[in-house]
C-alpha cells in the first residue's frame, strides 16, 4: 500500500503564516524524498512556492563517483530556494 500525504489549507490566519507555510513545504520536500503522493487541499499559498515541483521541471545531477544519476525539483519561499531529491512515486 502507498503512503499518502495530504495537505490541507484553509483561511485561518494561524494557517496562512510564513510558519505554517515553511512547514507545509518541508512536509513536501519529506514526501518527495520518500517517493510519497502529495494532495495539496485548498492550498493557493504555497503553490508559489512548488511552482517547478507543480510543473515538473526536475533537473537531474549525476554522481561523478558513482555514476548515479538523481532527480531534483526546486523548492522557493521567497527569494530564497533549494533543489531537493526526488524519489520515484512522487
Not at 40 to 57: C, P
Amino acid at each position: 500500500h502507498e503512503a499518502i500525504t495530504v495537505l490541507v489549507g484553509s483561511q485561518f490566519s494561524e494557517d496562512r503564516s510564513e510558519l505554517r507555510l515553511v512547514q507545509q513545504i518541508n512536509e513536501v520536500k519529506r514526501a518527495m524524498a520518500a517517493g510519497r503522493v502529495v494532495v495539496l487541499v485548498n492550498h493557493d499559498q504555497i503553490y508559489e512556492a512548488l511552482y517547478d515541483v507543480l510543473n515538473q521541471r526536475y533537473i537531474t545531477r549525476t554522481n561523478s563517483q558513482t555514476g548515479k544519476t538523481r532527480r531534483m525539483l526546486r523548492l522557493a519561499i521567497g527569494a530564497r530556494s533549494q533543489l531537493c531529491p526526488v524519489e520515484p512515486g512522487f
